[in-house]
């Protein structure tokens, strides 16, 4: 006992070494350049996750526990789809763009996945899914790979990445808010990070 409490006690933390905090999102720019290079890899799992995470918005513990069946009907994968958030308990739903629907179908014909498999199937024994600390290890490889520092970047930039770019392009924050499942606003306008400067470009184009 007095060794396994030992052994417990200098373990290495998951997260020693990384920047804890808020996460950016990806750029256009580095989502292709992530997505070109998963293509050109031949890596079909990895290609339908990435896609996915960007698609859903998911947190990264809803994004591992989805099931075939959540994102198809039959033979074809659907154009959107509902899943019930571990953290609040209520539904969010989310598109699933024409890329991503291949990415997915791919990924299901090459691990003769079944409606009722999770989606994201882990290479190792004993695990029904990827775990939280697979998929980070993946994200890391991702954004190592484009260049970008691996301690900058994590599980939530994905989640993020879509928000942010809908934000930016629209300003609507309650569609966001919808998109994203938060209960307040309060909570979507700390997500992405919005500050006087954002709110003041907002008003500017207001001439009344």
């Known amino acids: ?64 526990r989805i099931r075939v069946s959540d994102v198809s009907s039959g033979d074809q994968v659907n154009s959107r789809a509902t899943v019930s958030q571990q953290k609040t308990g209520r539904p969010v739903r989310f598109e699933i763009t024409a890329r991503t629907r291949i990415s997915i179908e791919k990924l299901i014909e090459s691990d003769g996945l079944t409606t009722s ?26 954004v190592s790979a484009v260049g970008l520092d691996p301690a900058s970047y994590g599980t939530h930039s994905l989640r993020r990445t879509k928000a942010t770019l809908i934000y930016r392009r629209t300003k609507n924050l309650r569609a966001v808010q919808l998109l994203l499942g938060h209960s307040k606003l309060d909570s979507t306008v700390k997500y992405l990070g919005i500050d006087i400067d954002d709110a003041l470009e907002i008003s500017e184009k207001i001439d009344v």
């Open 117 to 142: 498999n999770f989606l994201f199937q882990s290479r190792l024994h004993g695990s029904p899914h990827l775990s939280l600390r697979q998929y980070s290890r993946i994200v890391e490889s991702w």
């Open 1 to 64: 006992m007095y060794q396994l409490f030992l052994k417990h006690l200098h373990k290495k933390p998951w997260n020693k070494g990384k920047l804890m905090g808020p996460k950016p999102p990806l750029t256009t720019q580095e989502i292709w350049s992530i997505r070109i290079r998963l293509h050109n890899e031949g890596r079909v799992r990895d290609l339908a996750l990435f896609n996915l995470a960007i698609d859903s918005k998911l947190r990264a513990s809803d994004l591992l």
